[in-house]
């Protein structure tokens, strides 16, 4: 197995956003991970367990991505993905409609980073202000009023810096590694949207350029919507980048009850062994594992090049590294602006990419800008 991407799968990789490698886990390593899970005991933490960060700690999946992107943190934990088999359901998700009623095996398209609390399981009542207020009260820290502290029932803060300019935790590379089969739609797929990073890359620039504010509550992105049916759904992603993922797509796009059409997603298909990288910025949803003959089992690995913040340990499982987990205020010497490195990484998204540099070079210039100066 090679241990680093050829140059064409570097070259799908800057264009799609994705790549899946092929066999980058070895049956072993996979075996010994399924066998860990299977053994697991009711209410164990499975995210330190060696057998899962093995997957990437001990396999191609290392060398492959330090060559592309450069040096990280081995994970010592791991997001453990696993989505029981399931029928739609009437419960409220957080984009506030019912799953059934969600196209694309339950359509959840979100960037990544973001403040997530409990779906109200009813209609949510009165004024825009009050039901904002109940919603960011609603999280682990109740209710302390707006503020950067507050943290989601995800652990994502509501905003990542102090001066409540940054609501987007970020780091550079997903890693998603699989330990059954998904070479069929409808088993519980991760979806992405190919193309979609650079629409969203091009969406945090411009919010950017507007004010210097990234993430919900800034320019043209409202955090919640109150006109969905339970009255308070998250907005993953602004309206903006949702017509824009849409006209990705040559067919017409699937919508809700209510007509609202949502960007079809293409699932990532993988055999047992198989590893996805994606970037950060990819729009990203997982799925109802509706045809499955067994749970689903991605084990998902967030990664971030050391550069970034070379004094802080990347542990695999948060999305948010520039703050501790549970939100904790982290410290950094003077003259190191964690949020405005951060900023930069977003709206710049292949400069952590050291070994991808020759293809960038070579493929930026024939993409067409990104135009989202009416989103406002």
Known sequence: ??????????????????????????????????????????????????????????????????????VFDPPSLCHVGVIKRSEPRDHYTPLGYRDRDLPYYGHGMHAEGLFTVAPPQEPSEGTPEKI???????GPRGDIGR??????????????????????????????????????????????VPGGHRILEGYYRWQFEQNGCIGPEGPGWPRFDYETPNGAGHIYLPQAVQEKLIELDDEPPETTPDGRPWPRP?????????????????????????????SRKNMIFRIRNKRRQ???????????????????????????????????????????????????????????????????
């Open 147 to 192: 503020s950067a502290d507050v943290i989601g029932s995800n652990t994502d803060p509501l905003f990542q810096d102090p001066d409540m300019s940054l609501a987007v935790g970020s780091f550079t590379a997903f890693v998603i590694v699989a330990l059954n089969d998904q070479t069929r739609e409808g088993v519980g797929q991760t979806a992405i």
């Open 132 to 138: 904002y207020q109940r919603l960011i009260a609603s």
């Open 310 to 376: 070379p004094d802080k340990v990347v542990t695999g499982v948060s999305d948010h590294p520039d703050r501790g987990m549970m939100g904790e205020w982290l410290e950094y010497e003077e003259g190191n602006d964690p949020w405005l490195r951060s900023k930069h990484a977003l709206t710049h998204m292949w400069e952590e990419w050291d070994g991808m540099r020759d293809i960038v070079e070579e493929e930026q210039p024939k993409l067409a800008p990104i135009d989202f100066t009416l989103a406002g």
């Open 1 to 70: 197995m090679a241990s680093e991407m050829t140059v064409e799968q570097k070259r799908q990789f800057f264009n799609d956003g994705y790549i899946v490698i092929k066999g980058a886990v070895s049956d072993d390593l996979v075996d010994a991970a399924r066998a860990r899970i299977k053994a697991a005991k009711k209410g164990e933490s499975l995210a330190p367990a060696e057998e899962l960060t093995n997957l990437v700690n001990k396999s191609n999946v290392t060398p492959i991505l330090t060559e592309a992107m450069g």
């Open 266 to 294: 293409t699932q990532i298909m993988m055999e047992p062994g198989d590893a996805a990288i994606t970037i950060f910025q990819m729009p990203h949803t997982g799925t109802r594992n509706e045809f499955g003959t067994e």
